[in-house]
């Protein structure tokens, strides 16, 4: 008999022969600054003054300091912001310093890397493929799972040695910085256990790299992790690493709101938000100029996209109908009302260019109405793939995970995207070992899988996030 464990998987098993092993899965919120060892409220080490705390707030700004010089502003008031005052362009300038990028996780730290790059290569950086070459290393980083952060641990301490040790393999001037979800995640962990890392950068925070970077160069540490309720980089033009692919990633919508309980993505990606289908379509322009014959429409909850800029609402005309979620899929917010979807966007991209294929990752099965699907359907050159992850087939564990659905509803929107898309191509997501998960609950899953038939698969043992509800729920049950 095959024993799980109630909490601790650490490894994923091939569930039956046909199925797929691959790895994927894209799957407190802290002010910008940059830290230094002054004793300012934003340094990275604690100040020596003898003083307490309370005393020092006392002495601080009030509420009223911040608010007595404020106006309202009339139309036409909004002036650009001004330049940070302590950093002149010089300072900001790249001049020429080579960058490294290490990337590691998900279809997202592609993309978001190709953002990264663009924003410093307008700054004046260039970029190089061999480390040893670097003024400045960034690692693209994962926390969606342990693993991935161990690696990333590992490969700091090993670039803290390269550049500090006596072999001196890179040059003592070079900056490292953390850059992505694990930055979000542990920024108090790594300036505490990494004394190496200069800059720390949120998946919000790229467009602040350059000033970041320039904080660093001053010999402080620099750290910018808050969380948007609106960054897209819609405005941003991705440079891809290697333009003579003719495969390509679009970002078209960040963060997520479903709050699955295993899941660290809204604490890391923050809430949903999505791009204006005008510069997304200028994006698929751009690539097809480029001779790109295939494009992924990237997000962490893609098919729940949803754009209400005034500009795609004068565009297309209004829309004010509520979200069509999959025949019995529930969500833990209220129904979206109004904006464009992403059967909407699917179906503009797909005309932009017929030679051009299009695919889309990564999905929730609760966002798959019936005109989505007759997109897929009707678009010769949208993949007739569907990625529809379920993480388990059992309705106990689904009802844990807070997936929203049971094993008949899913079951159930497998036969209807089966009558729609003739000849499709499913695969799916299977966590194993989650939190309470019985022997039955894992029978459940591997008979879900031989009944659904999939096409593919992607296998992950459960690995505990402490921000996640299964950590806390575990350790507090009687």
């Not at 330049?83 to 279809?107: H, I, T, W």
Request: with cysteine; glycine share 6%.
């Amino acid at each position: 008999m095959l024993s799980i464990p109630r909490c601790y998987g650490l490894l994923s098993g091939r569930l039956v022969s046909r199925v797929a092993i691959a790895s994927r899965r894209p799957s407190a919120l802290r002010p910008c600054c940059s830290t230094s060892t002054s004793g300012s409220a934003c340094s990275a080490s604690s100040s020596t003054a003898s003083e307490s705390f309370a005393e020092k707030v006392k002495k601080g700004p009030s509420l009223a300091d911040f608010l007595s010089s404020a106006s309202p502003l009339e139309s036409g008031d909004l002036q650009e912001v001004e330049e940070v005052p302590y950093l002149s362009p010089e300072d900001v300038a790249g001049n020429n310093r080579k960058v490294y990028f290490e990337m590691y996780g998900c279809q997202m730290n592609v993309s978001d890397t190709e953002i990264a790059w663009s924003i410093l290569q307008k700054a004046g950086y260039l970029r190089t493929e061999n480390v040893s070459e670097a003024d400045v290393i960034l690692l693209v980083t994962c926390a969606i799972r342990d693993k991935a952060e161990q690696k990333i641990w590992t490969r700091l301490s090993r670039l803290a040695k390269d550049r500090n040790g006596k072999d001196q393999l890179l040059g003592r001037h070079v900056k490292i910085g953390l850059l992505g979800c694990m930055a979000e995640r542990l920024k108090k962990e790594v300036l505490e256990k990494q004394k190496s890392v200069d800059v720390i950068a949120g998946p919000d925070a790229y467009r602040d790299l350059p000033r970041l970077l320039a904080v660093a160069g001053s010999g402080e540490k620099a750290l910018n992790v808050q969380l948007s309720l609106e960054e897209t980089y819609a405005d941003v033009t991705p440079v891809r690493q290697y333009p003579d692919k003719k495969g390509a990633f679009i970002s078209v919508m960040r963060g997520c709101d479903n709050m699955c309980s295993y899941c660290i993505v809204p604490f890391t990606r923050g809430r949903e938000r999505s791009r204006d289908i005008k510069s997304i379509i200028g994006e698929v322009r751009h690539l097809s100029d480029q001779g790109v014959k295939e494009i992924v429409l990237l997000g962490q909850n893609v098919n729940s996209y949803r754009d209400t800029s005034e500009e795609s609402v004068s565009m297309f005309g209004i829309r004010n109908e509520p979200t069509h979620n999959s025949s019995g899929f529930q969500t833990i917010y209220h129904n979206k009302e109004g904006g464009l979807r992403f059967a909407d966007l699917l179906h503009e991209v797909a005309q932009v260019d017929k030679e051009i294929r299009f695919g889309f990752t990564a999905p929730h099965p609760k966002d798959f109405p019936d005109e989505l699907l007759d997109v897929i359907s009707e678009n010769d050159n949208v993949f007739k793939y569907v990625h529809i992850p379920a993480q388990s087939g059992s309705t106990r564990v689904l009802e844990l995970m807070r997936r929203g659905h049971t094993r008949e509803s899913y079951l159930e929107l497998i036969r209807h995207i089966r009558s729609r898309i003739k000849g499709v191509t499913l695969s799916t997501d299977m966590i194993v070992g989650f939190c309470g998960e019985t022997h039955q609950d894992f029978l459940d899953t591997l008979s879900l899988v031989e009944e659904v038939g999939y096409d593919m698969a992607f296998l992950f043992a459960y690995s505990m996030r402490k921000v996640c509800m299964p950590a806390l729920s575990f350790f507090l049950s009687p």
